[in-house]
């Protein structure tokens, strides 16, 4: 116990270790604890599993089961321990309600997107303005990030108020927990970033956070095989697979400043977890900033009375697809271009209505491998419909090193490939 008491007092805390089956000494310790001002109190408890039930105390095996047949005389041994059960608590005072009120409703931007249509910037910079705008106006937005911030741009909050930054440093699952306990109880609007591919350390507390209904917001940039010569290691390439299992979780995969600007504004005031995906590589505006954006409602960029194929994209590879688009228009074939916006709730009305205008055909392109993303989700929006087929580019096998345009072209996600999936697709 010693070792431990040791561990936390290196890290600032007055530690205490208590015997934990001790309520005298537990009381004690609790006194201590109110007395000390100047830094958090840590108690750690000595306790042995099944303490006082005979033929059981601190024994193998009995962990989790009921006691069986050796209920009656487990009971009436602790019982004749007690020496004096006629003693009730006389006044347990309340708990005391000094914490001021807030609100953390009607969260918005302080100012609209304010940008040029064709002009590019990476949607992780967009995140970082939008950020600084919500907390502008609310005193309640706060931001932590696990030593990334001048990546994932969180470092924009610092700009408005640098004590509502917490810097986790790298260590991703604290980052998750701390999160979680500064949106307890409505306290405080939470946005937790860093690198999506390094979420994946934290799922526990994100899974274990939906179970007690947390209202976490988390950012995750730096995904797919775009961001290049980093390597496979920093690619996320299975986050949209890794939110989409949460129950109740919201996931935005913003395609443009303007759209992102508007999923952080929209994540601050959703209940329940909330991930935005983020990109490195710069891509081009392609909304108004008086582009008004919804949850669960898909965006359709791209649209004519005589598309062949659908193709639902987002991030970088909207930005492929839009290209592929200008390249089959010119060869007479037309596409109908979806912008998703939330990958859960997937606009799934909206994906059916838009397969059925061109011939039940579907092509989906995502930088994330095929399991649990874009095109998983797509598969079920039309699982019960008749005539439809849905054909899947994503990255297929582990990546590697290199220009992120080369890494396009080579994991079959690039304008090309899209090109040539809709001349094989439209042939079926």
Same mark, same amino acid.
């Given at each position: 116990?010693?070792?431990?008491?040791?561990?936390?007092?290196?890290?600032?805390?007055?530690?205490?270790?208590?015997?934990?089956?001790?309520? /005298?000494?537990?009381?004690?310790?609790?006194?201590?604890?109110?007395?000390?001002?100047?830094?958090?109190?840590?108690?750690?408890?000595?306790?042995?599993?099944?303490?006082?039930?005979?033929?059981?105390?601190?024994?193998?095996?009995?962990?989790?089961?009921? @006691?069986?047949?050796?209920?009656?005389?487990?009971?009436?041994?602790?019982?004749?321990?007690?020496?004096?059960?006629?003693?009730?608590?006389?006044?347990?005072?309340?708990?005391?309600?000094?914490?001021?009120?807030?609100?953390?409703?009607?969260?918005? /931007?302080?100012?609209?997107?304010?940008?040029?249509?064709?002009?590019?910037?990476?949607?992780? %910079?967009?995140?970082?303005?939008?950020?600084?705008? #919500?907390?502008?106006?609310?005193?309640?937005?706060?931001? /932590?990030?696990?030593?990334?911030?001048?990546?994932?741009?969180?470092?924009?909050?610092?700009?408005?108020?640098?004590?509502?930054?917490?810097?986790?440093? #790298?260590?991703?699952?604290?980052?998750?927990?701390?999160?979680?306990?500064?949106?307890?109880?409505?306290?405080?609007?939470?946005?937790?970033?860093?690198?999506?591919?390094?979420?994946?350390?934290?799922?526990?507390?994100?899974?274990?956070?939906?179970?007690?209904?947390?209202?976490?917001?988390?950012?995750?940039?730096?995904?797919?095989?775009?961001?290049?010569?980093?390597?496979?290691?920093?690619?996320?390439?299975?986050?949209?697979?890794?939110?989409?299992?949460?129950?109740?979780?919201?996931?935005?995969?913003?395609?443009?400043?303007?759209?992102?600007?508007?999923?952080?504004?929209?994540?601050?005031?959703?209940?329940?977890?909330?991930?935005?995906?983020?990109?490195?590589?710069?891509?081009?505006?392609?909304?108004?900033?008086?582009?008004?954006?919804?949850?669960?409602?898909?965006?359709?960029?791209?649209?004519?009375?005589?598309? %062949?194929?659908?193709?639902?994209?987002?991030?970088?590879?909207?930005?492929?697809?839009?290209?592929?688009?200008?390249?089959?228009?010119?060869?007479?074939?037309? #596409?109908?271009?979806?912008?998703?916006?939330?990958?859960?709730?997937?606009?799934?009305?909206?994906?059916?209505?838009?397969?059925?205008?061109?011939?039940?055909?579907?092509?989906?392109?995502?930088?994330?491998?095929?399991?649990?993303? #874009?095109?998983?989700?797509? @598969?079920?929006?039309?699982?019960?419909? +008749?005539?439809?087929?849905? +054909?899947?580019?994503?990255?297929?096998?582990?990546?590697?090193?290199?220009?992120?345009?080369?890494?396009?072209?080579?994991?079959?996600?690039?304008?090309?490939?899209?090109?040539?999936?809709?001349?094989?697709?439209?042939?079926?």
């Amino acid at each position: 116990m010693e070792t431990y008491k040791k561990r936390l007092e290196s890290f600032g805390f007055h530690a205490i270790v208590v015997d934990g089956h001790d309520i /005298l000494e537990l009381c004690k310790a609790f006194d201590e604890a109110e007395s000390v001002l100047d830094k958090p109190t840590c108690l750690i408890a000595k306790t042995f599993k099944g303490k006082y039930f005979p033929d059981i105390e601190n024994l193998m095996n009995w962990h989790g089961k009921a @006691l069986g047949d050796k209920t009656a005389s487990v009971v009436e041994h602790v019982e004749a321990l007690m020496k004096n059960p006629a003693v009730k608590p006389s006044f347990i005072a309340p708990p005391t309600m000094d914490a001021p009120d807030v609100n953390i409703s009607g969260v918005a /931007l302080s100012d609209p997107p304010a940008y040029k249509l064709g002009d590019k910037l990476a949607t992780r %910079q967009a995140y970082g303005t939008a950020l600084a705008k #919500i907390a502008k106006n609310n005193p309640n937005v706060v931001a /932590l990030d696990g030593d990334m911030k001048n990546s994932t741009f969180s470092q924009e909050i610092l700009k408005v108020d640098k004590n509502r930054y917490i810097e986790c440093f #790298i260590c991703e699952q604290n980052m998750l927990g701390v999160g979680i306990g500064v949106a307890c109880r409505d306290r405080s609007v939470a946005f937790a970033s860093t690198f999506a591919a390094f979420l994946t350390r934290g799922f526990d507390n994100l899974r274990m956070g939906v179970i007690s209904q947390t209202n976490l917001n988390v950012v995750g940039s730096h995904c797919g095989v775009s961001i290049g010569e980093d390597g496979p290691s920093q690619m996320a390439l299975e986050d949209i697979a890794m939110f989409r299992s949460l129950p109740g979780c919201t996931v935005f995969y913003p395609s443009d400043a303007v759209s992102t600007e508007r999923a952080t504004e929209l994540a601050a005031n959703t209940r329940g977890i909330c991930f935005i995906r983020v990109s490195r590589p710069a891509t081009p505006v392609i909304y108004s900033n008086q582009e008004q954006f919804t949850i669960g409602k898909a965006k359709i960029v791209r649209k004519s009375d005589s598309d %062949q194929v659908l193709v639902v994209a987002a991030g970088i590879t909207l930005a492929e697809t839009m290209k592929a688009a200008d390249i089959l228009a010119a060869k007479g074939i037309n #596409i109908r271009v979806m912008d998703p916006f939330t990958i859960k709730p997937l606009d799934i009305t909206a994906v059916q209505d838009n397969a059925a205008a061109c011939g039940g055909r579907i092509i989906t392109v995502e930088d994330h491998y095929p399991e649990g993303g #874009i095109g998983d989700a797509v @598969l079920d929006a039309v699982s019960s419909n +008749r005539n439809m087929i849905v +054909r899947k580019l994503a990255v297929n096998a582990v990546p590697r090193s290199g220009p992120p345009a080369e890494l396009l072209e080579m994991f079959g996600i690039s304008a090309n490939n899209i090109v040539k999936a809709v001349n094989d697709v439209i042939k079926l």
